[in-house]
């Protein structure tokens, strides 16, 4: 296309050149812009490792009412009696997230990991070394849990992990050191105040979560934008990618902590535990010891007020503290 100058420059320099005989009457009008088409995909990329998935594509999986088989308890051992190869490496090694904002996160001014699940990770490695700051965090995507303690890359998973027939499967579980409800978070000016407003829309969940599970039974009319972390999806909700995210609230309290234009609506849609996860024992690795140590330190959180101060720090502007359920306990054969 040759280049056409621009009406306003031909009068001015018609003007200038007057005695030249410039006559604007015989310049040729201005060339149309050639037609694009519209782009099929606007705004940006979604979610690098994201997919969705169509509403109806999957059938949301039955749960499991098996009851809970429950943990071991603490003993009268020490932990160099129970955890003696780990008192030797001098270090707990705990698998974590890099980016559940108030649970653990990468604080970017200063670099260190913190939040409620750091602080509970902290105190296991107190009551080990008598030191709460020898742990090594890793961080661990939600659908590499099980694998990352499987291979040995963790002694524990501290990763809001819920306990489940399902899981106990794939690993031994903690007593529960958090008790959350499932809701939805939204941008607050979108008019949706429960899941009962998201058909034909999209929500979003993680790879590996019982959230998806949730959407898929309680709105089998909405496409789901599944991802690998949470705060993908706080994002995607951002950018109109997604119309909400759902999954447990201490997670939402999070992310309504890092935008204020979103809130948590609708009435709870399912009450979940966490636990400290650990490799299922077996003959070569035997993590029971591990296990009690652990819940030696989360009994020992409950009876002194240190979980009480945790939650405060991390969650109490969000959530009302909840009350824990009671450890269920494996009766042991004591000869």
Not at 76 to 100: F, H, Q
Not at 155 to 177: C, G, H, L, N, Q
Not at 214 to 235: H, K, N, Q, V, Y
Not at 247 to 265: C, E, H, K, P, R
Request: some cysteine; overall charge negative.
């Amino acid at each position: 296309m040759r280049y056409r100058a621009p009406l306003t420059a031909i009068v001015a320099a018609c003007s200038i050149l007057a005695l030249a005989g410039c006559d604007i009457r015989s310049v040729p009008p201005l060339e149309s812009p050639e037609q694009q088409a519209l782009d099929a995909s606007p705004g940006p990329p979604l979610p690098e490792g994201s997919a969705i998935e169509e509403a109806g594509t999957n059938a949301p999986n039955q749960e499991d009412d098996t009851k809970l088989k429950g943990t071991y308890r603490p003993d009268d051992k020490t932990a160099k009696e129970r955890v003696p190869d780990i008192v030797k490496r001098g270090r707990l090694i705990v698998g974590v997230d890099r980016s559940n904002n108030l649970l653990s996160y990468r604080d970017a001014a200063s670099g260190d990991v913190r939040g409620f699940e750091v602080d509970i990770a902290h105190e296991i490695a107190r009551d080990i070394f008598g030191d709460p700051n020898k742990v090594d965090f890793r961080f661990v995507e939600s659908s590499d849990r099980t694998a990352a303690l499987d291979n040995g890359t963790v002694d524990i998973i501290v990763r809001t992990m819920t306990i489940s027939p399902e899981r106990e499967k794939e690993v031994a579980f903690s007593i529960p050191y958090m008790t959350t409800q499932t809701r939805m978070l939204v941008l607050t000016s979108s008019g949706m105040n429960s899941i009962d407003d998201a058909d034909g829309k999209r929500l979003c969940g993680v790879r590996g979560s019982t959230a998806l599970d949730t959407i898929r039974e309680r709105a089998p009319r909405s496409d789901i934008l599944i991802t690998r972390s949470w705060g993908d999806c706080l994002m995607a909700l951002q950018l109109n990618q997604a119309d909400g995210v759902v999954v447990d609230d201490a997670l939402l309290s999070g992310m309504a902590a890092q935008d204020s234009y979103t809130s948590i609506v609708g009435e709870p849609l399912k009450t979940e535990n966490y636990g400290v996860a650990a490799r299922l024992p077996n003959k070569d690795h035997d993590t029971r010891p591990l296990l009690r140590q652990v819940n030696s330190t989360l009994e020992r959180i409950r009876r002194d007020g240190t979980w009480s101060d945790i939650f405060d720090r991390w969650l109490g502007a969000y959530l009302d503290e909840p009350t824990l359920p009671s450890g269920t306990y494996i009766e042991e054969d004591k000869s």
